[in-house]
């Protein structure tokens, strides 16, 4: 007997547990009593005999809770009963011939420990991820897989290993979306029949070679340089076609050339510079220069 739902995600978890149990062809086998033989009936008189006899201490016993986030799965004399989980609220079991598991609903993470990848392009790195699942199906989760967490990790280190090995290093530091997208179809096709849902998949650290990091430095290094020398060169071009705008601009116009002085003059002064400078024209070297020669 389960209490009443509470949340639309129980709700919807329910629904998509029964679906799922259509849709995987697990059968559910009928209660105990319908095969059990003689042994099973007497078994299970003598117990229902015990509980009226006992009452109302047996009632310690035979009522059990389970909390909204959880479900329980009862097996009588071995064999699982009709209608699969039960829960969430109060439900009853038999004493003496009923077992049953819980199971949490809730989301659970773990992190896939580092893993040693020998890349496409032939590059060793350590690689570690971050797994997000849940139950989908409680009663194949404890009827189908032995330990469902447990075989989870193993899958999920299994298939980072077998997802990275097909990328190149450069594939796996900028397409980790892409990455986590693929892994998570995977787990999710091989975690379906333990009825396991996994729901997110991310990459946390890709940790490359300590010689490796060095060379990738070094060639960025290089890579900076090169462009600080074409952007620096690039300047100077600009700046020289500029120089010779300048010097068109002021031959054409001598009174340019005496503004541009005083204008020169003006802003060593404003700096309150004792030292003027006088620029001298090379053409009075000129007749020094004639009177030498000869």
């Not at 978890?13 to 042994?39: F, L, M, P, T, W």
């Not at 995977?186 to 996994?198: A, F, M, Q, R, Y």
Request: aromatic share 8%; with cysteine; proline share 4%.
């Amino acid at each position: 007997m389960a209490g009443p739902y509470t949340g639309i995600d129980m709700a919807h978890y329910d629904k998509e547990e029964r679906r799922n149990q259509q849709s995987s062809g697990y059968s559910v086998n009928a209660d105990s009593g319908d095969s059990g033989g003689i042994c099973a009936y007497l078994l299970t008189g003598i117990s229902i005999l015990l509980i009226i006899c006992t009452f109302p201490f047996s009632l310690l016993f035979c009522i059990k809770v389970v909390q909204e986030y959880e479900r329980a799965v009862i097996f009588r004399l071995g064999r699982l009963l009709l209608g699969g989980a039960k829960g969430p609220g109060i439900f009853f079991i038999v004493p003496c011939i009923d077992t049953y598991c819980k199971i949490d609903l809730r989301t659970v993470s773990f992190d896939v420990p580092p893993q040693e990848i020998l890349s496409k392009d032939s590059v060793t790195v350590a690689v570690d991820a971050v797994v997000y699942y849940r139950i989908s199906n409680a009663t194949i989760s404890v009827t189908n897989v032995e330990d469902y967490g447990r075989s989870t990790r193993l899958l999920a280190a299994t298939t980072l290993r077998n997802v990275l090995g097909t990328k190149n290093l450069s594939e796996i530091l900028s397409e980790r979306e892409s990455i986590s997208h693929v892994m998570q179809a995977s787990l999710d096709e091989g975690t379906d029949p333990w009825g396991v849902k996994v729901e997110r998949v991310e990459i946390k650290d890709v940790r490359l070679p300590i010689q490796l990091q060095r060379a990738m430095a070094a060639e960025a290094e290089a890579s900076r340089e090169a462009r600080a020398k074409l952007i620096a060169a690039e300047g100077e071009q600009k700046a020289s076609r500029a120089l010779r705008e300048a010097s068109e601009v002021l031959s054409d116009s001598p009174a340019a050339l005496q503004l541009r002085y005083l204008q020169t003059l003006n802003s060593i002064a404003a700096e309150k510079n004792s030292t003027i400078v006088f620029p001298i024209p090379l053409e009075l070297f000129k007749g020094f220069s004639k009177r030498m020669k000869e």
